[in-house]
């Protein structure tokens, strides 16, 4: 005689309730040298050697969990495999892991490599290239040869990388330079065509955790809204009052920052035209003549006010400024942009994102002690990796 649904329904619930029971089991009276294992796997992506494995379980045994989570991080794979995995969807519109290496993504590996506080991401003078001796074509602001024939060679990128500044390879003035905003491959993705805003809201999107429609606030003042925008749009003005202000208001005071800046794409680089405002910023200046004139690159953050201070916002800058390395400061100094560097690598490490009332203390805890340790992101993950070393 068959089986009904509901028997056979309820026999996999009960087998997979004790499977479940046994794995949380076997995961809970996890020996050191299980935990080694485990943790290895998480952060590098491949199995430990012997002697690595030895060493981790030694640390694990006295309480160092931290220790060994960066002995693990010594492993190439977690700079060619994980950060590389973790950083490239960040680098283009797609938002895909299937992307070559790029000036962008080598600089955020190189920032993590070399503990530079991550903070200073969106504003420093700042760029890793490959070391002299690999052989590797010149670096250029013109094409991604350098990097691209860096990952066909398979380039340790632990000990393959190099610091300098972008100042000095790209011929940019230093106080043009807003870390990887500036980058050739933000430039590329970002700045191309368009009217500057994708750079703002990607920026938004990969650095503070939020898309535009996360923070919308209807309450800012409407007045410095570019021409491009249609106040009654469809010939209805309340979707403008309810629904287009609400970004646009927040968003086009911050993306004025970027005003000088364009991509060539004949040349294939960033153009920055000092004191003259991009074409761009006048597309469709006849949709609404009347609205606001993009005159420099004088942003202002209409954001400390209202429901998006809860961003967390940093008081001691003055939330306004010049162009974007003083933009990319006001990001990088708010709790937003800490929270988020933290939550992304929670979910690396654990591969979840925070579920419970548990978790989200921990990305608490994480987000201070990433502060706390001078912004390095090496310190997150060997927080995350404890954390979930049971999971």
Not at 61 to 81: C, E, H, K, W
Not at 122 to 145: E, K
Request: proline residues 5%.
């Amino acid at each position: 005689m068959p089986w009904s649904p509901s028997c056979v329904s309820s026999i996999v619930m009960r087998v997979t309730a004790v499977v479940a029971l046994v794995t949380f089991a076997a995961l809970a009276n996890a020996g050191p040298r299980e935990q080694a294992k485990r943790m290895h796997d998480r952060i590098a992506g491949v199995p430990p050697s012997d002697a690595v494995l030895d060493a981790m379980e030694t640390e694990i045994a006295a309480g160092r969990t931290q220790a060994a989570a960066l002995i693990a991080m010594d492993n190439p794979s977690f700079y060619a495999v994980t950060l590389k995995n973790l950083v490239t969807p960040w680098t283009n519109r797609d938002q895909t892991v299937f992307a070559p290496l790029n000036d962008y993504t080598a600089t955020v590996i190189g920032m993590v490599r070399d503990d530079v506080p991550f903070n200073e991401l969106l504003s420093a003078d700042i760029l890793y290239v490959g070391n002299a001796g690999l052989g590797l074509p010149a670096v250029s602001a013109t094409t991604n040869t350098h990097y691209e024939q860096m990952e066909t060679n398979g380039v340790n990128l632990l000990t393959g990388l190099q610091r300098t500044t972008q100042s000095g390879v790209y011929g940019t003035l230093p106080a043009v330079t807003a870390g990887i905003m500036t980058s050739r491959a933000a430039a590329q993705a970002f700045f191309i065509a368009g009217t500057n805003r994708a750079m703002f809201r990607f920026t938004l999107l990969n650095h503070m955790c939020r898309d535009l429609e996360e923070v919308q606030d209807t309450s800012r003042p409407p007045d410095r809204i570019r021409q491009d925008v249609s106040r009654s749009p469809g010939g209805d003005a309340r979707l403008f009052l309810n629904n287009c202000v609400g970004c646009h208001s927040g968003m086009d005071p911050m993306a004025q920052a970027f005003a000088f800046y364009t991509f060539d794409d004949v040349q294939g680089r960033l153009v920055y035209a000092a004191g003259s405002v991009q074409p761009k910023y006048s597309i469709n200046d006849e949709t609404f003549a009347p609205g606001f004139v993009t005159p420099d690159d004088q942003w202002e953050n209409r954001w400390r006010r209202g429901q998006n201070a809860l961003l967390g916002w940093d008081s001691s800058l003055p939330g306004s400024g010049s162009g974007a390395k003083s933009l990319g400061q006001e990001f990088g100094a708010s709790d937003a942009f800490a929270t988020c560097q933290v939550e992304k690598v929670f979910r690396t490490v654990c591969l979840r994102a925070p579920q419970d009332a548990a978790d989200r203390s921990q990305v608490g805890s994480m987000t201070s002690s990433f502060r706390s340790s001078g912004y390095r992101l090496k310190q997150a993950f060997a927080d995350a990796a404890t954390y979930c070393m049971g999971d």
